[in-house]
């Protein structure tokens, strides 16, 4: 018997081993080495390109993902990145794989990824290549993004100013020390982009037109008020290269004034700290896209990454030097170089004398636990004896209905509430199929499908229905119903909540007539809008028939320009009356509706509830409607104050009066220089506000949107103008532009009542000038306009 027990034991541990070495070999086959090429643009030894190679290495580990990685350095930081050293590089690396395919290339920084851009199809056709430390935003449009796929490094710098700022309120002056090199005038463009932020802080930047020595020397004489920027130096104007170890610390030491910087590689060489990018994630951040691109993905499928990976890192050696304190910085901040306490010391020896502490409280407690736990099990037994009658007392006299009953048709029990309900006693629905009995016959296929239901979904339903009581009368009633199932998923019993809800009934009809009498109601008040509404228009077009006439001919312009004078202050009259006129029906209708909406909500359905909604929603439209109708006409009633106005602050101004709209907007706006002009300023502000306001919500389409404004001399005028790179418009329909409630885009595009032009024109031509318009479709808009004939 042990003989046949051990020759079975031995033939299945021969089986094991077999099958798992089956299984080895057909993994490895079905997963053979993965080959990488990492391509680095600057040297080994570079310590922002050695973290980035150490954090794809970290995610890519060789053993464990059966992946072969091979590592090249460019070394175009020392050497520069020539044409004559790019053809080297390319002679050498057309030798060195012309026998070998990679699976996947990783470069980092910009130079490597632009000798892929240049090579890649002659050196590594068909090859994905996914990329990090690219300064250029814009790379997204200049790749292959069949191929290509990456992470930009973007750079925390106005985090960090700000930070800078608060940590020092009293500064007046940043001085920033960038190179002239492609990466200085990324980062310098970068910087200078964000100076519209500091307009009472002073900028210098120092280059590499200066020694070391001049740099040392100036950084060294610098007012209290100053702090240091250092954003990227590694050669000085005698082309003397200079690790940014040693740049920065040699700044730092000679500075007098904190210095901070955006890098996690200069963090222990003499900089404060500030939010920081560090090349390790950079480059796990690349390893998880690669390890993507090896999984089957496709490089297109994975978007080029933009936003910073950084967080705020500090020295604690310069925070002493400069007098900050740690609870001054930004919560969960990383601090280098702070002296241990006894607690990081021995932190393991501590945690582990806790927990054995904690274990030999619990075991005690355990024991005490134990001994309670049957004396609690008895007292709990009598308390739920007496809560169970507790609870049945409760029930029997509660006032809502309450009935058990079983699959079979039998009823369990059920309450005095549901006994008056039904005109039966307990005994008498225990004798009958109570619900059958109780149920009319109309309701018995939506009863089948409401139980249906809950035997489907196992979970409580909830209806309406009718009751036949004893005496043969009806009682409405809602009924929730929850099912009690047992251990196979069954229904045991059922638990029923019965309210007669004939007196809501009663109150919905009720509620139902007066509903039907509001509907009336708003049907009259929009019927009486849309007669005062049509009269407007009808004045519009008698306005613009009778501007038709005037331009037919030249001979009788004279003697009709005074009856359209006379005849547009009479529509100004007209239109500022039939406004106000219009104002109190439409106050009347918002407020009622509101007060319906506020007060008789709960008695409303949601209908109800929305077609007040609508009502409010139409008279507030007709309210903006008749705001505008009220604007073009001040327009034409405000006495004229001219003066002579600079008009670059008018501009200013109403661009600041904009304020919501510039809300979460990237928008370069630009004012060049004006010339002083003779005009209304109040008249002026609000074209500008117009024109701007136009500007603003049709460059909505850009995610960068760009506003211009500037003047022009023509035939011994000046010709301001306003230009945009919004959508545009087709200029077959410019004659229609300036006419009022003319509108060239549909509503649900671009909100507006199209009076906003008009009121420019009018303006304009109160001051005896002329207004017009040149535009390209999603290209943009310039508007052009005078102040004299």
């Not at 009658?389 to 309450?402: P, T």
């Not at 005496?471 to 909540?497: I, K, M, Q, T, W």
């Not at 509503?747 to 024109?761: H, K, M, N, T, Y």
């Not at 009018?762 to 808009?781: C, K, L, P, Q």
């Amino acid at each position: 018997m042990n003989i046949k027990r051990n020759i079975k034991f031995i033939m299945i541990f021969n089986l094991s081993v077999i099958i798992f070495l089956l299984n080895s070999f057909l993994f490895a086959q079905e997963n053979p080495t993965k080959d990488i090429l990492i391509l680095n643009s600057y040297q080994k030894g570079f310590l922002w390109t050695d973290n980035i190679v150490k954090g794809i290495e970290s995610v890519l580990e060789s053993e464990k993902n059966n992946i072969k990685l091979s590592v090249e350095y460019m070394d175009t930081k020392t050497i520069g990145y020539e044409t004559e050293y790019k053809k080297q590089l390319y002679d050498l690396y057309k030798y060195k794989y012309k026998n070998r395919k990679f699976d996947l290339i990783i470069s980092s920084d910009d130079n490597a990824l632009d000798f892929l851009r240049e090579f890649h199809q002659d050196l590594f056709p068909g090859v994905p290549i996914a990329f990090c430390g690219v300064n250029n935003l814009n790379i997204s449009n200049m790749i292959d993004r069949e191929i290509f796929t990456g992470i930009i490094e973007l750079h925390s710098v106005k985090e960090t100013i700000d930070l800078a700022l608060r940590l020092h309120p009293g500064t007046r002056q940043i001085v920033f020390v960038v190179e002239n090199s492609p990466t200085g005038t990324y980062l310098w463009n970068q910087i200078k982009g964000l100076l519209k932020y500091y307009e009472d802080i002073r900028t210098t930047r120092i280059d590499d037109s200066l020694s070391m020595e001049q740099i040392e020397d100036r950084v060294r004489k610098l007012s209290d008020d100053t702090i240091v920027y250092w954003g990227t130096l590694h050669r000085d104007k005698f082309r003397k290269y200079y690790p940014f170890e040693e740049g920065a610390l040699r700044v730092s030491k000679a500075s007098s004034q904190p210095m901070y910087g955006h890098s996690v590689q200069i963090l222990p060489y003499g900089i404060v700290g500030g939010k920081l990018l560090g090349g390790f994630y950079h480059g796990q951040v690349v390893a998880e896209m690669a390890q993507r691109i090896l999984r089957g993905e496709k490089a297109l499928d994975i978007p080029v990454l933009t936003e910073p990976q950084t967080q705020y890192m500090f020295n604690y050696e310069q925070m002493q030097r400069f007098g900050i304190n740690t609870s001054d910085l930004p919560e969960g901040s990383i601090i280098i170089n702070k002296p241990s306490s006894f607690y990081e010391e021995n932190k393991i020896l501590i945690w582990s004398v806790i927990a054995f502490v904690v274990l030999q409280m619990l075991i005690i407690i355990s024991l005490v636990m134990n001994i309670t736990k049957r004396k609690k099990a008895e007292e709990g037994l009598t308390e739920s004896l007496q809560r169970e009658r507790f609870w049945a007392d409760i029930v029997r006299n509660a006032s809502v209905g309450v009935a058990t009953g079983y699959p079979d048709g039998r009823l369990g029990m059920c309450n005095v509430a549901y006994q008056k309900i039904t005109g039966y006693s307990e005994k008498e629905l225990q004798t009958i199929d109570w619900n059958k009995i109780l149920t009319p016959p109309e309701w018995e296929e939506s009863e089948t499908d409401k139980l249906q239901e809950l035997h489907r979904m196992k979970k409580s339903v909830q209806y309406e229905k009718e009751y036949i009581r004893k005496d043969g009368s009806r009682v409405p009633v809602e009924f929730l119903v929850y099912p009690r199932f047992d251990s196979n998923g069954n229904v045991e019993r059922y638990f029923a909540f019965v309210i007669d809800i004939t007196e809501r009934k009663k109150t919905e009809e009720e509620l139902q007539k007066y509903r039907e009498h509001l509907e009336e109601l708003v049907n009259e008040r929009t019927v009486e809008l849309e007669e005062k509404t049509k009269k407007i228009e009808e004045s519009q077009q008698a306005l613009t028939c009778l501007m038709e006439d005037v331009n037919e001919s030249r001979v009788e312009l004279d003697v009709l320009n005074k009856q359209l004078q006379a005849a547009n202050k009479e529509l100004e009259a007209f239109a500022y009356s039939v406004s106000h006129d219009l104002r109190a029906p439409l106050r009347n209708i918002d407020g009622f509706s509101q007060i319906l909406l506020e007060d008789y909500s709960d008695i409303l359905d949601k209908q109800g509830q929305h077609y007040l909604r609508r009502v409010r929603a139409g008279t507030q439209n007709m309210g903006q409607l008749i705001d505008d109708i009220l604007s073009l006409s001040r327009s034409g009633r405000h006495t004229m104050d001219k003066k002579t106005i600079n008009m670059e602050s008018i501009v200013r101004e109403a661009y600041n009066s904009l304020e919501n709209e510039l809300k979460d907007r990237k928008i370069d706006f630009v004012v060049h220089e004006c010339p002083r002009a003779l005009a209304d300023p109040h008249l002026v502000k609000i074209v500008f506000t117009n024109l701007l306001t136009n500007a603003l919500k049709f460059t909505r389409i850009r995610e960068h949107a760009k506003i211009e404004i500037g003047s022009m001399p023509e035939d011994g005028h000046t010709v301001f103008f306003i230009k945009d790179n919004g959508a545009g418009f087709d200029m077959k329909y410019a004659d229609k532009l300036f006419v009022p409630f003319q509108r060239l885009h549909r509503a649900e595009e671009f909100e507006g009542s199209g009076i906003g032009l008009a009121i420019v024109q009018r303006i304009i031509h109160r001051h005896g000038g002329r207004i017009w318009a040149e535009s390209e479709i999603n290209v943009g808009t310039t508007f052009y306009f005078t102040l004299t004939g």
